[in-house]
């Protein structure tokens, strides 16, 4: 028996049969009698198929009960004539429907379509309003990051130079000549520092711009360099000012070349960076740096005691303008691109990769692999 | 008899600024105070009574808000006048501080460090 659900049905709008694919005739007998199926479907829950069939059997015995009354006997020829009807009934049965099934059909099968296509065409109204909603919220939140950067990067910028403004106007108004000359000289290299931090400020805004708009074209990846020798740098760079917080630095260094290829000039600046917050984020203890290899790769890692990176700040701080909130307090002259740059160079080398474990108040661990070249096995 | 020194309490982060002014202000016959903390700054004020108070606004660990409205809240500084000196310049922020209280918000990067004597004399009536 066909049972048109719609449910259930499996229909195939728009080509030239429409089948109900629940249909007995089409589940059983495997026929396609599409006209009685299409029918099933108009009608809804009322298959042709078993009128038919009914109307038949009704016919049937109808017709024995009267041959029986009227002859009190069924020959032969009253089965053929019976079932001749039978099948002449039949035959303009299905033609005399034929035409409202043809026209019904084709009105359901085109308020389908158009049910389907308006259907379609909301699901794509509510996706593209989505994606509207999404852009627009994307925006809205890259206009606050923008404007968060500008009070950040205009905080840092403006430190550094009122500093300078000042001690230059103390210079213009006879001020530093009424200091002792020692005093007078401590002055002047303070607004030389601050002159130095305000290059660095700008240095760092100008990479993150860099890295923004044409970081893949502006780093020339093709220098081979030990990185072992380049970290050494990096370190007795850093000696002095670890010396003056107090801190440990220790370099557990490798005694074997680590040769890499890839920017000589953005390494040195991620990994630097990275040792500058090392220290600059640690009050007292130790930051240890470590080189080690691993076939075709090398792991550096930098270990501080520092004040680590409270756990909701985490998976935010390689972001631009993104400073942890403990970092905000315990040093005011950061840019907040600093790890920012940093994972940009290294993700721009191929199969280098960084990553971070921290604990609030306890230190932070950063860790950094690159891809080594063949060379790499000789010994120092 | 000698007349009294003004006193100026800067509660700042930034050695490089505090050394600035406090340079200045000495220069200029004031008894200059230094806080490198809100809550050292807050003690000081207290016990000191200094006539002008130069807050700092980002401060290790602390809000230089929060100290302000602790300032305005005690008895005994609550009358101290308070100029905002930061670099922070966001209308949200200055309006915050001059309702909290701040007689004033200073941009550091737009002033120098006469300007500040002058505004401070100003205040403490020297």
Same mark, same amino acid.
């Not at chain 1, 015995?61 to 004539?81: E, G, H, P, Q, T």
């Not at chain 1, 631009?320 to 080398?349: C, M, P, Q, W």
């Given at each position: 028996?066909?049972?048109?659900?719609?449910?259930?049905?499996?229909?195939?709008?728009?080509?030239?049969?429409?089948?109900?694919?629940?249909?007995?005739?089409?589940?059983?007998?495997?026929?396609?009698?599409?006209?009685?199926?299409?029918?099933?479907?108009?009608?809804?829950?009322?298959?042709?198929?078993?009128?038919?069939?009914?109307?038949?059997?009704?016919?049937?015995?109808?017709?024995?009960?009267?041959?029986?009354?009227?002859?009190?006997?069924?020959?032969?020829?009253?089965?053929?004539?019976?079932?001749?009807?039978?099948?002449?009934?039949?035959?303009?049965?299905?033609?005399?429907?034929?035409?409202?099934?043809?026209?019904?059909?084709?009105?359901?099968?085109?308020?389908?379509?158009?049910?389907?296509?308006?259907?379609?065409?909301?699901?794509?109204?509510?996706?593209?309003?989505?994606?509207?909603?999404?852009?627009?919220?994307?925006?809205?939140?890259?206009?606050?990051?923008?404007?968060?950067?500008?009070?950040?990067?205009?905080?840092?910028?403006?430190?550094?130079?009122?500093?300078?403004?000042?001690?230059?106007?103390?210079?213009?108004?006879?001020?530093?000549?009424?200091?002792?000359?020692?005093?007078?000289?401590?002055?002047?290299?303070?607004?030389?520092?601050?002159?130095?931090?305000?290059?660095?400020?700008?240095?760092?805004?100008?990479?993150?711009?860099?890295?923004?708009?044409?970081?893949?074209?502006?780093?020339?990846?093709?220098?081979?360099?030990?990185?072992?020798?380049?970290?050494?740098?990096?370190?007795?760079?850093?000696?002095?000012?670890?010396?003056?917080?107090?801190?440990?630095?220790?370099?557990?260094?490798?005694?074997?070349?680590?040769?890499?290829?890839?920017?000589?000039?953005?390494?040195?600046?991620?990994?630097?960076?990275?040792?500058?917050?090392?220290?600059?984020?640690?009050?007292?203890?130790?930051?240890?740096?470590?080189?080690?290899?691993?076939?075709?790769?090398?792991?550096?890692?930098?270990?501080?005691?520092?004040?680590?990176?409270?756990?909701?700040?985490?998976?935010?701080?390689?972001?631009?303008?993104?400073?942890?909130?403990?970092?905000?307090?315990?040093?005011?002259?950061?840019?907040?691109?600093?790890?920012?740059?940093?994972?940009?160079?290294?993700?721009?080398?191929?199969?280098?990769?960084?990553?971070?474990?921290?604990?609030?108040?306890?230190?932070?661990?950063?860790?950094?692999?690159?891809?080594?070249?063949?060379?790499?096995?000789?010994?120092? | 008899?000698?007349?009294?020194?003004?006193?100026? #309490?800067?509660? $700042? *982060?930034?050695?490089?600024?505090?050394?600035?002014?406090?340079?200045?202000?000495?220069? !200029? %016959?004031?008894?200059?105070?230094?806080?490198?903390?809100?809550?050292?700054?807050?003690?000081?004020?207290?016990?000191?009574?200094?006539?002008?108070?130069?807050?700092?606004?980002? #401060?290790?660990? $602390? *809000?230089?808000?929060?100290?302000?409205?602790?300032?305005?809240?005690?008895?005994?500084? !609550? %009358?101290?006048?308070?100029?905002?000196?930061?670099?922070?310049?966001?209308?949200?922020?200055?309006?915050?501080?001059?309702?909290?209280?701040?007689?004033?918000?200073?941009?550091?990067?737009?002033?120098?460090?006469?300007?500040?004597?002058?505004?401070?004399?100003?205040?403490?009536?020297?």
């Amino acid at each position: 028996m066909s049972k048109t659900k719609k449910q259930t049905g499996e229909k195939e709008v728009g080509k030239s049969c429409y089948l109900n694919r629940n249909c007995w005739l089409v589940n059983n007998i495997n026929s396609l009698p599409y006209k009685r199926c299409q029918y099933c479907e108009l009608k809804f829950h009322k298959c042709l198929f078993l009128q038919y069939q009914v109307i038949s059997m009704v016919l049937i015995c109808f017709s024995f009960l009267l041959f029986y009354v009227v002859d009190r006997s069924i020959s032969v020829s009253a089965i053929i004539i019976i079932f001749t009807l039978v099948i002449v009934y039949g035959y303009f049965f299905n033609n005399s429907t034929e035409k409202i099934i043809k026209s019904n059909f084709f009105e359901k099968k085109t308020k389908e379509s158009l049910k389907a296509l308006s259907d379609k065409l909301e699901d794509r109204v509510k996706e593209q309003t989505r994606d509207i909603q999404k852009k627009a919220d994307r925006m809205m939140k890259l206009l606050e990051m923008r404007s968060e950067f500008l009070d950040i990067a205009s905080h840092q910028l403006r430190t550094p130079t009122s500093v300078i403004k000042g001690t230059l106007a103390m210079l213009k108004d006879g001020d530093l000549d009424k200091m002792k000359p020692i005093e007078k000289a401590k002055f002047i290299d303070g607004m030389y520092q601050k002159s130095i931090k305000l290059e660095e400020i700008i240095n760092d805004i100008l990479m993150a711009s860099e890295m923004d708009t044409a970081g893949d074209k502006v780093m020339k990846l093709g220098d081979k360099f030990d990185l072992t020798e380049l970290v050494d740098e990096i370190i007795i760079q850093h000696v002095l000012d670890a010396k003056n917080k107090k801190l440990k630095l220790v370099w557990d260094k490798p005694d074997k070349l680590m040769m890499m290829r890839g920017s000589l000039r953005y390494i040195e600046e991620a990994i630097n960076n990275l040792l500058d917050n090392a220290i600059k984020y640690t009050n007292k203890g130790s930051v240890l740096v470590a080189l080690t290899r691993k076939k075709r790769r090398a792991l550096l890692t930098l270990q501080d005691t520092g004040i680590g990176i409270p756990i909701e700040d985490q998976d935010k701080v390689f972001k631009k303008f993104i400073r942890a909130s403990n970092a905000r307090s315990a040093y005011t002259d950061g840019s907040g691109l600093g790890l920012f740059i940093v994972k940009e160079i290294i993700d721009k080398h191929p199969g280098a990769k960084i990553w971070m474990e921290s604990v609030e108040n306890k230190g932070t661990k950063f860790c950094v692999e690159f891809n080594l070249l063949a060379e790499s096995k000789q010994s120092k | 008899m000698t007349a009294r020194k003004h006193k100026v #309490l800067m509660i $700042e *982060d930034d050695l490089d600024q505090a050394q600035l002014y406090g340079a200045k202000f000495r220069l !200029e %016959n004031y008894e200059f105070i230094f806080a490198k903390d809100g809550e050292s700054g807050c003690k000081i004020a207290q016990e000191q009574k200094p006539d002008v108070v130069l807050l700092d606004i980002i #401060l290790f660990n $602390e *809000d230089g808000m929060q100290v302000l409205k602790e300032l305005r809240q005690n008895i005994k500084t !609550e %009358n101290i006048p308070v100029i905002v000196f930061s670099n922070l310049d966001k209308k949200e922020i200055i309006d915050e501080a001059l309702k909290l209280g701040a007689v004033d918000y200073i941009i550091k990067s737009k002033v120098v460090p006469a300007q500040i004597v002058e505004k401070v004399a100003a205040l403490s009536g020297k």
